[in-house]
């Protein structure tokens, strides 16, 4: 299959590159950074480029974008909408224009917003929360959610939108604790890209990809307000491993991201999970 691979210098986008190459695709990257998985300088904001490359591709997967933490570096509202959005738009007349079937989309987890809040207990986050955005990041993702919709039913095109979880640069000690439940390692969303190439979608899908959790909804005022007791239920060897590591534990859990649905429906089984990381 000849995919086109957006933002591929990115984390996510260069792993993913790397990964579906290796799984006998053949891969375009396209990026405005210069990497060793990126194979052409391209702004996605440019319509003439844009339908140029996709000439001949089978499938889009579109991870480029300009992320909450452009906003924070005071970029405008305007600056997010024109990449965002708009380029997201160039990408999706592009692939029809060009007979191209498969389009998925990489939104966030963070498009959940204020709905991730509650005093009482941590919050289950699955794919039936419904989003509540918090800035214009949030906001210009849900839109590009829509527009993926849109053309899904209006078009043909077989969007597919996957809300990927944190895989942020991290101490060893936070990025080992947000995998108990909101972190995903970049190779873990990489395989789950690679299940959606091969899935036929027939109706518009929304899928959580993170590294999943142990924990169950029983759990989730415990984790709010004692999460190492929860911890320790499933992981009774984790305080001594932490211990050694001069780890600390999270004083709070406000969230679970939950999986299930893309384990389900497309086989997803993330292998680099707290486990993994707690007995490497």
């Known amino acids: 299959m000849?995919?086109?691979?957006?933002?591929?210098?990115?984390?996510?986008?260069?792993?993913?590159?790397?990964?579906?190459?290796?799984?006998?695709?053949?891969?375009?990257?396209?990026?405005?950074?210069?990497?060793?998985?990126?194979?052409?300088?391209?702004?996605?904001?440019?319509?003439?480029?844009?339908?140029?490359?996709?000439?001949?591709?089978?499938?889009?997967?579109?991870?480029?974008?300009?992320?909450?933490?452009?906003?924070?570096l005071n970029y405008s509202r305007e600056a997010l909408i024109e990449v965002n959005i708009k380029g997201t738009l160039n990408l999706l007349n592009a692939a029809v224009k060009n007979g191209i079937k498969k389009f998925l989309y990489l939104s966030t987890t963070s498009i959940y917003g204020t709905a991730m809040q509650d005093e009482k207990q941590a919050?289950?986050?699955?794919?039936?929360?419904?989003?509540?955005?918090?800035d214009i990041y949030d906001i210009t993702k849900q839109c590009c959610e829509q527009l993926c919709k849109d053309f899904f039913y209006r078009e043909g095109l077989a969007t597919t939108v996957f809300r990927v979880a944190r895989f942020l640069p991290e101490s060893e000690n936070l990025t080992i604790n947000h995998r108990l439940y909101r972190g995903l390692d970049e190779r873990d969303g990489a395989e789950a890209i690679r299940l959606a190439l091969l899935h036929n979608f027939d109706q518009f899908e929304i899928f959580n990809i993170s590294s999943g959790t142990p924990f169950r909804k029983e759990d989730l005022a415990l984790l709010k307000h004692s999460p190492l007791e929860a911890i320790l239920k499933y992981f009774p060897e984790a305080e001594e491993i932490y211990r050694k590591n001069n780890w600390i534990f999270p004083k709070t859990i406000d969230r679970v991201y939950v999986s299930e649905k893309a384990k389900a429906v497309l086989g997803y089984q993330p292998k680099y999970t707290f486990d993994y990381l707690l007995h490497q």
């Open 2 to 72: 000849r995919v086109l691979v957006t933002g591929s210098s990115g984390r996510l986008g260069s792993v993913t590159v790397e990964h579906l190459k290796n799984s006998g695709h053949q891969v375009i990257g396209i990026d405005l950074i210069k990497h060793p998985s990126t194979d052409h300088l391209i702004d996605i904001q440019n319509k003439e480029d844009v339908g140029n490359i996709l000439q001949g591709v089978d499938f889009i997967v579109h991870t480029a974008a300009l992320h909450g933490k452009h906003y924070d």
């Open 123 to 134: 919050v289950w986050v699955d794919e039936t929360l419904t989003e509540q955005p918090r």
